[in-house]
């Protein structure tokens, strides 16, 4: 078999590094290797190839196929000396076996033998001391480019002298035989963590390539002392000291970490994933990964024109006999998506690295209507509400989800961590104890009734609610407890009206409130059970 290597500037690179990666990944051949493509040189060959369409902004329109959100039902990690003590084992965190494990691997990698690949280096983790080196292949250009967008991109220096942690192969045209593969379908996603091997098929959804690099960090770095954290980050500055103020915002996809963490007013250090070492914060990625559902330029200006050439649009549609997006339209499903670079959004910090943060923001998409818009957290109930992770699973972020469900993901991101909760919330629970940072609850989603019945919350009231706790600007208000959940609700907020920080003065039928209060609560307690996890104290 003949190699192709399609490849530009990957020729001024020392030594034939496409060999090398294929010897890395552990193919022997393919039958075209694009190895290490420019985005420009990534958004022709998808074009060529029938992959997308420009949109009139430059942007590539493309479709994921069937699956259009992750399948976290069809994640598996390989059981292991290693890993066999330290998974946290079950519904989420599914084990695989080794030798099933090495079958697939090796059928995976005969397979792409006969196709045309494409092949880059990328790096997870702007911290230097904490990086993880990814080799990953893809068989869609468009995949490429996603990886080219999320992922840290090596120099060529760095290309030059790469040696991988990780290798991933994503291969959609690839199915599984559930009775020879050990899968429960045809799609999969196997992380081998002693191996550093990351196996994707079945499925075209990109968001799977990066939840699984996520999930290999969130086991590896609580080791060498670091908290993985599912959340977004941006800097200001402190308004009573003029130094940097970090403020973390945790939430399941759909709760609004990207879109919160999009402030003009602060730098972005990332939208989605990042490490708390004993230095500071630091993104994991190199991109954004926003839902786009109903976008308009004038509530999100700073993603809205971060779509331009190089980005992606995920399975969005055309206005009829136009390039244009029809962000409205979720025909297709409401996960859609864009997937960017960061330093696309203006007031990107770079390096994406910051200091210890000074506000922690939990953002929940209450689908009963009852918790308050902002509240104040203590620290121990911090770290209840963190193992708690109470949202409602937005539509289409997972395959067959079709409209809010209340749901409890501890960490808020239970779905990428495979060691026990309470290992990430002890550490975050000292890092907290240990620099003073202040804790908010805040309610993105609806208000005045559940789902189908009350409004879901205005982004505007959110946004002056968030703004007012990382200016100082609460700390001058009374607050009140709340009479089922204990939390402390501030009883007026500049620019926000008074009777929407009180969730029960929005009802029309307050019985009602306190009925759906307390179901809310029984919930919260049953919830608690399941985990084993006693009240945690610092």
Same mark, same amino acid.
């Given at each position: 078999m003949i190699v192709e $290597?399609?490849?530009?500037?990957?020729?001024?690179?020392?030594?034939?590094?496409?060999?090398?990666?294929?010897?890395?990944? #552990?193919?022997?051949?393919?039958? &075209?290797? $694009?190895?290490?493509?420019?985005?420009?040189?990534?958004? &022709?060959?998808? %074009?060529?190839?029938?992959?997308?369409?420009?949109? $009139?902004?430059?942007? %590539?329109?493309?479709?994921?196929?069937?699956?259009?959100?992750?399948?976290?039902?069809?994640?598996?990690?390989?059981?292991?000396? @290693?890993?066999?003590?330290?998974?946290?084992?079950?519904?989420?965190?599914?084990?695989?076996?080794? #030798?099933?494990?090495?079958?697939?691997?090796?059928?995976?990698?005969?397979?792409?033998?006969?196709?045309?690949?494409?092949? @880059?280096?990328?790096?997870?983790?702007?911290?230097? @001391?904490?990086?993880? #080196? %990814?080799?990953? %292949?893809? /068989?869609?250009?468009?995949?490429?480019?996603?990886?080219?967008?999320?992922?840290?991109?090596? /120099?060529?220096?760095?290309?030059?002298?790469?040696?991988?942690?990780?290798?991933?192969?994503?291969?959609?045209?690839?199915?599984?035989?559930?009775?020879?593969?050990? /899968? @429960?379908? &045809?799609?999969?996603?196997?992380?081998?963590?002693? #191996?550093?091997?990351?196996?994707?098929?079945?499925?075209?959804?990109a968001g799977e390539i990066k939840k699984g690099v996520f999930s290999a960090l969130n086991f590896l770095l609580p080791a060498q002392g670091v908290l993985p954290m599912h959340c977004s980050a941006n800097v200001g500055t402190n308004a009573h000291t003029g130094e940097p103020a970090v403020a973390l915002f945790f939430g399941l996809s759909g709760t609004g970490k990207t879109t919160l963490s999009a402030d003009p007013e602060r730098g972005l250090i990332g939208d989605d994933e990042h490490g708390w070492s004993d230095e500071g914060v630091y993104n994991f990625e190199g991109g954004c990964y926003a839902k786009v559902i109903d976008l308009t330029r004038l509530r999100e200006q700073q993603i809205y024109d971060a779509i331009r050439y190089g980005a992606i649009v995920e399975n969005t549609r055309f206005l009829p006999n136009t390039h244009v997006v029809d962000y409205a339209d979720s025909s297709i499903t409401e996960n859609t998506r864009t997937a960017y670079p960061i330093d696309f959004i203006e007031q990107a910090v770079s390096p994406s690295i910051g200091g210890h943060p000074h506000t922690i923001f939990f953002l929940t998409c209450d689908a009963f209507g009852v918790l308050p818009p902002i509240s104040r957290l203590t620290p121990v109930q911090a770290m209840d509400y963190f193992v708690l992770g109470y949202t409602a699973k937005v539509a289409g972020t997972e395959m067959g989800v079709t409209e809010p469900q209340a749901t409890f993901s501890a960490c808020f991101g239970a779905a990428f961590m495979p060691l026990h909760p309470t290992e990430y919330a002890r550490m975050l629970g000292q890092k907290i104890h240990s620099h003073g940072v202040n804790v908010w609850l805040v309610n993105t989603g609806w208000t005045g009734g559940g789902y189908g019945v009350g409004q879901r919350m205005k982004l505007e009231y959110t946004r002056t609610m968030i703004r007012a706790a990382l200016s100082g600007a609460l700390a001058a208000v009374s607050f009140v407890e709340h009479p089922v959940f204990g939390l402390s609700m501030p009883t007026s907020c500049p620019g926000v009206p008074t009777d929407l920080l009180d969730p029960r003065q929005t009802w029309v039928d307050p019985l009602a409130y306190d009925e759906k209060a307390e179901v809310l609560h029984a919930l919260f307690v049953e919830k608690r059970q399941p985990f084993a996890i006693p009240p945690i104290t610092l």
């Open positions: $290597n399609v490849r530009s500037h990957a020729d001024t690179i020392a030594g034939d590094q496409s060999d090398r990666a294929l010897k890395f990944l #552990k193919i022997s051949d393919v039958a &075209e290797l $694009n190895f290490q493509l420019s985005p420009a040189e990534l958004v &022709e060959r998808a %074009l060529l190839n029938r992959e997308g369409q420009l949109t $009139n902004t430059g942007a %590539l329109m493309c479709t994921t196929g069937r699956f259009t959100g992750r399948s976290p039902k069809d994640r598996y990690i390989v059981r292991d000396s @290693r890993t066999d003590s330290r998974v946290d084992w079950g519904a989420v965190n599914r084990p695989f076996d080794e #030798k099933q494990f090495d079958r697939l691997h090796r059928k995976m990698c005969h397979f792409v033998e006969y196709q045309r690949v494409y092949v @880059r280096y990328a790096v997870a983790g702007a911290d230097p @001391r904490y990086q993880l #080196k %990814l080799c990953i %292949l893809t /068989t869609s250009a468009w995949q490429n480019l996603f990886c080219a967008n999320m992922f840290l991109r090596p /120099t060529e220096e760095e290309i030059a002298l790469f040696e991988p942690d990780f290798t991933i192969l994503a291969v959609p045209e690839f199915l599984a035989h559930p009775n020879e593969d050990g /899968t @429960r379908g &045809e799609n999969f996603t196997v992380l081998n963590l002693s #191996k550093r091997v990351i196996l994707i098929g079945g499925t075209g959804y």
